[in-house]
């Protein structure tokens, strides 16, 4: 049961434009939630996370907005530049234990210059 | 400094062998996690050290996969009889417990594994 789930396999954006990335999840116990860029054959890359106490993250052109009661985060990048072309990853997990992360299947983003 | 690495990089082997995996999480870092990414999928989660201990094993999928961490720093993913379908890229993470920023996961490149 795939508890984080991000339905857009790919998504292409013009160089300069925003770029928007989804996810859903439906275990309400999650209280922190990460984006992961991975490029072929390296390790998943933190990019951002966001606490359930709040509803936005800002890292220079990085965003992340949290919506707890649909359930459902947003990546923005902006400006979306080429070298951002790569797949990413959400990921969501409960504080308390283990901290293991849960992904979603992941969305492939290109940047077209 | 330096990050996590594994190795090997890529390991190939017939089915029925056992197989190891080895995780250098970066120094300091206490927990230490497992995940097995599979192709078109997102990385799904093994097990976790605290330690030197495994706190939470629930991910492995049957008796045959176990890792160990004597030390408190490097791991090693063992798989005995291999089959077909364990064929993936098994990752390592680390993450620094006890800090503002402990839940951010460091991840290794991985060890791509594929049984023939």
């Known amino acids: 049961d795939q508890q984080v789930k991000q339905n857009s396999p790919s998504l292409s954006v013009q160089e300069g434009r925003i770029s928007i990335l989804n996810c859903d999840y439906t275990?309400?116990?999650?209280?922190?939630f990460l984006w992961y860029k991975k490029y072929p054959a390296e390790g998943p890359t933190f990019l951002i996370s966001?606490?359930?106490?709040?509803d936005k993250n800002e890292d220079g052109r990085f965003t992340v907005f949290l919506n707890k009661s649909a359930k459902h985060l947003s990546l923005h990048i902006v400006p979306s530049q080429p070298g951002d072309s790569a797949v990413y990853f959400c990921?969501?997990?409960?504080?308390?234990?283990?901290?293991?992360?849960?992904f979603g299947t992941g969305t492939r983003l290109t940047v077209i210059p | 400094g330096a990050g996590v690495s594994q190795t090997p990089s890529n390991k190939v082997t017939e089915k029925g062998k056992y197989v190891e995996l080895r995780c250098d999480p970066i120094?300091?870092?206490?927990?230490l996690y497992w995940y097995r990414q599979s192709l078109g999928q997102g990385p799904e989660f093994l097990i976790y050290?605290?330690?030197?201990?495994?706190?939470?094993d629930s991910g492995l999928p049957n008796d045959r996969f176990f890792a160990v961490r004597p030390e408190g720093s490097v791991s090693t993913l063992k798989i005995q009889r291999t089959e077909r379908g364990d064929s993936a890229v098994y990752l390592c993470a680390s993450s620094l417990m006890g800090s503002t920023s402990s839940y951010e996961q460091y991840f290794g490149p991985g060890t791509r594994l594929t049984v023939t």
């Open positions: 120094s300091g870092h206490t927990a």
């Open positions: 275990n309400s116990m999650f209280d922190y």
């Open positions: 990921a969501a997990t409960m504080l308390a234990g283990a901290n293991n992360l849960f």
């Open positions: 050290f605290q330690g030197t201990g495994a706190a939470d």
């Open positions: 966001i606490s359930s106490i709040k």
